[in-house]
């Protein structure tokens, strides 16, 4: 494939702003969406998402008059990089070496994507052309959140919908359109019955089940909305790891969706641009693969299931607060999501919800990821969590965005945060358990990232806080044990034990971020809205792609939200696309 100049964007400096190198304009690719895994490889390498940031350059995607919010530059810790596909520029017709026909394309085909595109063919005539930047798709997520269906029925698990509703919105202060959370709350029910059926004519042997979830703490409303996955093709550790099935599950979809005869599925091919009628309908989309570009015109629609921009680091400086993206650890083992639908989106006229984004964003960080169970840490991470002063800042039974949300809040946006542990958290360990615990943490202490002394004085020296305030921090949380009341922070008291005993451990403890959530605004039907809430004609949008559904923070105590929008949306956008309506 020849290389190409790249040209001048058709809005000031969008390319730099983005990070794209010019190899990016001309076209390279990478991972699409909930997608990739495997070798995480594309058909074309490029920098894309890095770069010189520049906060003025990023709004010229926009349709609309923008403006800019003074905040904190500082630097991200957020280094994972994904190969951006979005092209900015006019791509002449010289360069587009073919033109293909399809009723619906799909962009991406992780969990979304592989939904939509099961969803569209269904009729059995529809002609489905899914495309994957990767040489997989893959996704990363546990349970589906929905309302109702026959396995919340076969468990006697009824969700009241309107409540259910109400809790959604009220976890995005209500700053969300009415139509998104309604259709979920309308259809998740019904996406989740169509699902098992695809599972069953898959080769998965996935089942699904109602799976019922700890309540949250502190005021935070949970009802019981998920439905988990098994199969007998799992291992139990595939079951049990957080996400580890998920790449199973879209496996297997694609698979279903690849067998019949009016798919087809690609990888190594990325969409580049969206094309439009003069402020009409979008007629489908200039698309890349190892030949070089190519036209594909789509008769009924086009559904973006890209999912976010998590991997690509200037995106992200440039959309989310500065407090979500300092100190911040990437959790997300993808590389796929740079926001290609998002921007693709903007450049033809769609509505983005309004920024800063919203962030999937949780604590058990380290500088440069997560500390997962298979580390062999979760001893540790029961204790107190502390600043930079050796204060305590937050009950540690909040949710996971809340903790991280207080993490932030401190100084530096949790430059020094510190979980902080003593020999009782290890107590009722056997003693291989233990062993292997503190072989672990020893590694940490080899990488400068954690501290163990014989006394609190002497771990307060080691962190660099002052040895009184520490103490007396400690002395205090031990009362509240004591009283089976922490009069500072409202933790339930129940479970918490004593930091005391002949040994003091102290790791650092920041925030990490897996996902953001913010997308396209859509309607009812996954339509993509104009500025005026008019719908774009021809053009869909869903999962993470999609907007209208999470503002500020994901709401990690609800069960699974996320993944019930990307299922529910892929179902509905591909259902609505087939019809072409």
């Keep these: 494939m020849g290389k190409h100049e790249c040209l001048e964007p058709t809005r000031r400096g969008f390319l730099k702003a983005a990070g794209v190198s010019a190899l990016a304009a001309a076209g390279a690719f990478g991972l699409a969406g909930c997608s990739s895994q495997a070798s995480n490889t594309a058909a074309v390498k490029n920098a894309g998402g890095v770069g010189r940031f520049n906060a003025d350059l990023y709004t010229d995607v926009f349709p609309v008059k923008t403006r800019n919010i003074p905040v904190l530059d500082l630097e991200s810790d957020l280094t994972r990089t994904g190969n951006v596909a979005f092209e900015m520029r006019d791509i002449p017709e010289s360069e587009i070496v073919r033109t293909e026909e399809t009723d619906v394309l799909v962009a991406g085909c992780g969990l979304t994507g592989s939904v939509a595109a099961l969803s569209a063919s269904d009729d059995g005539t529809t002609q489905v052309l899914c495309i994957e930047k990767m040489d997989v798709g893959r996704g990363m997520f546990e349970g589906m959140g929905v309302v109702g269906g026959k396995k919340m029925e076969e468990a006697g698990n009824i969700v009241d919908k309107a409540e259910m509703m109400d809790v959604m919105r009220f976890a995005a202060q209500y700053r969300v359109p009415v139509d998104p959370i309604k259709l979920w709350g309308d259809r998740s029910g019904e996406a989740a019955d169509w699902l098992q059926e695809k599972f069953d004519e898959g080769e998965g042997q996935i089942q699904t089940y109602f799976k019922a979830g700890t309540p949250a703490s502190h005021g935070y409303a949970a009802p019981q909305t998920e439905i988990a996955f098994k199969s007998e093709q799992w291992s139990e550790q595939t079951t049990k ?341």
């Design 241 to 581: 790891n957080a996400g580890g099935a998920g790449i199973m599950i879209v496996a297997d979809l694609a698979n279903t969706f690849s067998k019949r005869a009016n798919a087809d599925l690609r990888y190594k091919t990325a969409i580049v641009k969206l094309e439009r009628e003069d402020g009409g309908r979008v007629t489908g989309a200039i698309c890349k693969d190892e030949s070089g570009y190519f036209r594909v015109n789509a008769s009924k629609g086009v559904i973006l299931a890209t999912g976010g921009f998590e991997a690509n680091p200037t995106m992200l400086k440039s959309w989310c607060r500065t407090e979500d993206v300092t100190n911040y650890a990437s959790w997300a083992p993808n590389t796929g999501a740079t926001g290609d639908g998002q921007l693709m989106g903007l450049a033809i006229g769609g509505q983005m919800d309004p920024l800063p984004a919203a962030v999937m964003n949780f604590d058990f960080g380290n500088p440069t990821g997560f500390y997962s169970g298979a580390t062999g840490l979760s001893p540790f991470l029961g204790g107190i969590m502390i600043n930079e002063k050796g204060v305590r800042f937050c009950a540690e039974d909040l949710p996971f965005q809340a903790r991280s949300n207080a993490i932030s809040a401190q100084q530096g946006c949790g430059a020094r945060t510190w979980r902080l542990s003593s020999s009782t958290q290890l107590a009722s360990l056997e003693d291989a358990a233990r062993e292997k615990a503190l072989t672990a943490f020893d590694g940490l202490i080899e990488k400068g990232w954690a501290f163990r002394a014989s006394s609190l004085a002497e771990l307060a020296e080691k962190i660099g806080c002052d040895a009184k305030t520490l103490e007396d921090e400690c002395a205090r949380f031990n009362a509240f044990k004591d009283a089976s009341k922490d009069d500072d922070f409202n933790r339930n008291m129940a479970k918490a034990t004593k930091i005391e005993g002949d040994e003091f451990f102290a790791m650092i403890h920041q925030s990490t971020i897996l996902a953001t959530v913010s997308g396209l605004v859509v309607d009812y039907n996954c339509h993509v809205l104009d500025y005026d809430n008019n719908v774009i004609e021809g053009l869909y949008a869903a999962g993470g792609a999609s907007g209208g559904f999470f503002s500020g923070n994901y709401p990690r105590h609800i069960f699974g939200p996320s993944v019930g929008r990307c299922v529910t949306f892929g179902y509905v956008s591909g259902e609505h696309a087939a019809k072409g309506e």
